[in-house]
């Protein structure tokens, strides 16, 4: 048992713990401060990979997107006391048993499968960050500039519906 395997399990437990915690949640607040560990954790299984451009993109970018959820999801939600359940406790047990039932399927599925060997890199000068930047703009020039233009296309009419809003009031 080494320190890189535990590392592991603790954020992957911290990943899944933090998205079930996000869906069980009927508050706000708690819903984004678990969001924040999901996130924060899957930054750490990053690092682990080997990816810490990827990680700290995901610290940096998901934080300040956090911060802003939380924001707007506290300032636009009404706020009560008291906590309503949702009663139907049939419910909650049928979701529990097809939840440990495709856990089991999806647990056996990876424990019975045979994963081919990765394949040994030589340890090269070139950093994470630096091969990045060649992927992204000698391999994956076509795909890059497609998301920038469907970003676009997105920006432009999330404009113009929320023009066509403002015209009606």
Known sequence: MTGEFIAFFVLSLLTIGGAVFMISFTRVVHMVISLGITFI???????LL???????AQVL????????????????TKHDAS?????????????????????????????????????ETAASDVSNVKQIGLDVFKRYVIPFELISVLLLVALVGAIIMAKKEGNKE
Not at 41 to 47: H, P
Not at 50 to 56: K, L, N, P, S, W
């Open 41 to 47: 954790s899957i930054a750490g299984l990053y690092v």
């Open 50 to 56: 080997g990816a810490e451009f990827v990680g700290v």
């Open 61 to 76: 970018v998901y934080s300040g997107a956090i911060s802003i959820l939380m924001l707007f999801g506290i300032m636009l």
């Open 83 to 119: 906590d309503e359940g949702t009663g139907n406790t049939w419910k909650n047990w049928l979701s529990l048993i097809f939840v440990a039932a495709l856990f089991g399927l999806m647990f056996w599925g990876i424990q019975s499968s045979v994963w081919p060997a990765p394949p």
